[in-house]
């Protein structure tokens, strides 16, 4: 008991990630895109992957700084209670399964992605009140996310595969309590950031060498 008191946020924060990371691949929500097998007709411009590169490291900096200070302020650190809490919570994953495939397709990847944001902008929205201190940062991260889900449906516009009506964000799970919020933000801003590198593997096969 004594030595697992003594353990760093930092650490018990690692081994949170490897778990939750583990968890995604071994449920098959996730998958690590893979080379498509022939030449995408559609190639992405360089242009638009250095933007999306810049916006997720923005966003996966923000989740993390988020976490970092969950742990340290509500000792919410343990990688077995926050996974069960992620069951109870109800918490999904965006699935990627269009862009983690031998026939990787760069319309249904890039409508996976914004679907994704999408999904990832209402988790935070269900965060709202989670303390006067994080306030600000889930704010600014639900802003970045909407940007980054633009900067994709624009580039889907402009390649003339955008479907005619956005997204919704369809169910998310409803917090109701400073508990579950607290809880929820750190698994929130734990699968994103595991959505963000999957994104950023998808995006770099679709721009090609």
């Known amino acids: 008991m004594a030595r697992a008191a003594a353990q760093s946020p930092t650490k018990l924060m690692a081994l949170l990630l490897l778990l939750l990371w583990h968890s995604a691949l071994w449920t098959g929500h996730e998958a690590a895109p893979l080379a498509p097998t022939g030449p995408l007709?559609?190639?992405?411009?360089?242009?638009?992957?250095?933007?999306?590169?810049?916006?997720?490291?923005?966003?996966?900096?923000?989740?993390?700084?988020?976490?970092?200070?969950?742990?340290a302020a509500y000792k919410?650190?343990?990688?077995?209670?926050?996974?069960?809490?992620?069951?109870?919570?109800?918490?999904?994953?965006?699935?990627?399964?269009?862009?983690?495939?031998?026939d990787l397709?760069?319309?249904?990847?890039?409508?996976?992605?914004q679907a994704g944001l999408f999904l990832y902008q209402g988790?935070?929205?269900?965060?709202?009140?989670?303390?006067?201190e994080l306030s600000p940062t889930v704010d600014r991260l639900q802003l970045d996310v909407t940007d980054f889900a633009t900067t994709i449906w624009q580039q889907m516009?402009?390649?003339?595969?955008?479907?005619?009506?956005?997204?919704?964000q369809?169910?998310?799970?409803?917090?109701?309590?400073?508990?579950?919020?607290q809880a929820g933000g750190v698994l929130v801003a734990?699968?994103?950031?595991?959505?963000?590198?999957?994104?950023?593997?998808?995006?770099?096969y679709l721009t090609g060498p």
């Open 41 to 71: 007709s559609l190639p992405l411009p360089r242009s638009f992957m250095l933007k999306c590169s810049e916006q997720a490291r923005r966003i996966q900096a923000e989740a993390v700084a988020m976490q970092e200070k969950l742990c």
């Open 76 to 102: 919410l650190c343990h990688p077995g209670e926050l996974a069960l809490l992620g069951h109870s919570l109800g918490i999904p994953w965006a699935p990627l399964r269009s862009c983690s495939s031998q």
């Open 105 to 113: 397709q760069l319309t249904s990847c890039l409508r996976q992605l």
């Open 123 to 132: 988790l935070l929205q269900a965060l709202a009140g989670i303390s006067p």
């Open 157 to 168: 516009e402009d390649l003339g595969v955008a479907p005619a009506t956005q997204p919704t």
């Open 170 to 181: 369809g169910a998310v799970p409803s917090f109701t309590s400073t508990f579950q919020r």
């Open 190 to 204: 734990s699968h994103l950031q595991s959505f963000l590198e999957l994104t950023y593997r998808a995006l770099r």
